[in-house]
Nanobody, 118 residues
Framework: VQLQASGGGLVQAGGSLRLSCAAS????????MGWFRQAPGKERELVAS????????YYADFVKGRFSISKDTAKNTVYLQMNSLKPDDTGVYYC????????????WGQGTQVTVSS
């Protein structure tokens, strides 16, 4: 599965951005799609994920109530709507993919920079 992320940018605290991740190459029904982020000097962390063939979603505690993950199966695209952004949300955001019943993420997009100014 190839992944292409887009939608990052510079926004003021309290603002919103929507990230997109277009997937291609395989049928996605057996996969989970996720958004990760990596701030300078920190490890990559999972932000949210969604099961491609079902409604299951996951959110990290630090984004619950602010971010929303969704999918458009016709477009093979996953979105991350980010509201009430904080400076701590700054980082490079990556989309990733893994098999539904396995724990290891197997592929990543190229990353898109999100910068939130105070």
């Amino acid at each position: 599965v190839q992944l292409q992320a887009s939608g990052g940018g510079l926004v003021q605290a309290g603002g919103s951005l929507r990230l997109s991740c277009a997937a291609s190459g395989r049928t996605l029904s057996r996969y989970v799609m996720g958004w990760f982020r990596q701030a300078p000097g920190k490890e990559r962390e999972l932000v949210a994920s969604i099961t491609w063939s079902g409604p299951s979603t996951y959110y990290a505690d630090f984004v619950k109530g602010r971010f929303s993950i969704s999918k458009d199966t016709a477009k093979n695209t996953v979105y991350l709507q980010m509201n009430s952004l904080k400076p701590d949300d700054t980082g490079v955001y990556y989309c990733g993919v893994k098999y539904r019943y396995e724990s290891n993420w197997i592929n990543w997009g190229q990353g898109t920079q999100v910068t939130v100014s105070s």
